[in-house]
């Protein structure tokens, strides 16, 4: 019961505490941070793009288009995403996704530590604010991969020519599958392809919030020395 009033004050958008110390005042109100915190958390999200996460990084991009391209033309893998049911390609799609967060964040080293009791809590803002930018920028990726693929074997693969892989009659199901499969698989190969971008290239992909605070500051900067005449 206490730990259900707890969450619920945090939650709530003002919240009521007692002021024993003062006579004629009996509560007093003040801003709960946790709602502040996740606007917050939202606005920084928003600023980074993460919808616009890949197509900064050519090479990610061009490593999933490849392995998309791949299982259109490799009858192998129609085998296999027709052998595999949902529960399996869901746990790929899950796998793929957070494999390619994790490798970018490690490979290119986007986890920031606290340097100071005073800045963890922003540490851990940026922190989740780049994880979950990641998150839907892999989302964004494996969306428009599913879609791309999907597409394609509708115009490349003839259904006689899959039946004939497939020994059985090939339907709309079997090539949701196929799309589903090449997707992770895309979505993998993307992470790996990201891991071969410079590191300035993928923190600019992905902190496009401090990116942009630390852009004004320089200006700020700049028209400061240029108004005090040091340039």
């Known amino acids: 019961m206490r730990v259900g009033r707890r969450l619920a004050e945090l939650a709530a958008p003002i919240r009521a505490v007692e002021a024993p110390d003062v006579d004629d005042v009996d509560l007093r109100f003040v801003a709960a941070v946790a709602r502040g915190n996740l606007r917050l958390l939202t606005g920084m999200i928003r ?24 299982a259109l033309v490799t009858s192998d893998l129609w085998k296999l995403s027709d052998a595999l049911d949902w529960i399996r390609l869901l746990a790929l799609m899950v796998l793929s996704v957070g494999a390619t967060v994790l490798w970018l964040i490690v490979s290119h080293r986007l986890w920031e530590r606290p340097r100071g009791r005073a800045s963890r809590e922003q540490t851990v803002l940026f922190n989740l604010a780049t994880t979950l930018t990641l998150l839907l920028g892999a989302a964004f990726l494996y969306t428009a991969l599913f879609a791309m693929t999907l597409l394609g074997a509708a115009l490349v693969i003839d259904s006689g020519v899959m039946a004939q892989a497939l020994g ?19 979505t993998l190969a993307g992470g790996l392809g990201a891991g071969l971008e410079s590191d300035e290239a993928v923190r600019e992909a992905a902190y496009g919030y401090r990116a942009e605070r630390t852009s004004e500051r320089e200006v700020d900067r700049d028209e400061a020395r240029h108004e005090s005449g040091l340039d």
């Open 47 to 70: 600023a980074n793009r993460p919808w616009r996460l890949i197509v900064r990084l050519s090479r990610a991009l061009a490593a999933a288009a490849a392995a998309v391209a791949l």
């Open 168 to 186: 059985h009659d090939a339907s709309i199901g079997d090539y949701a599958a196929l799309a589903w499969m090449a997707s992770s698989l895309g």
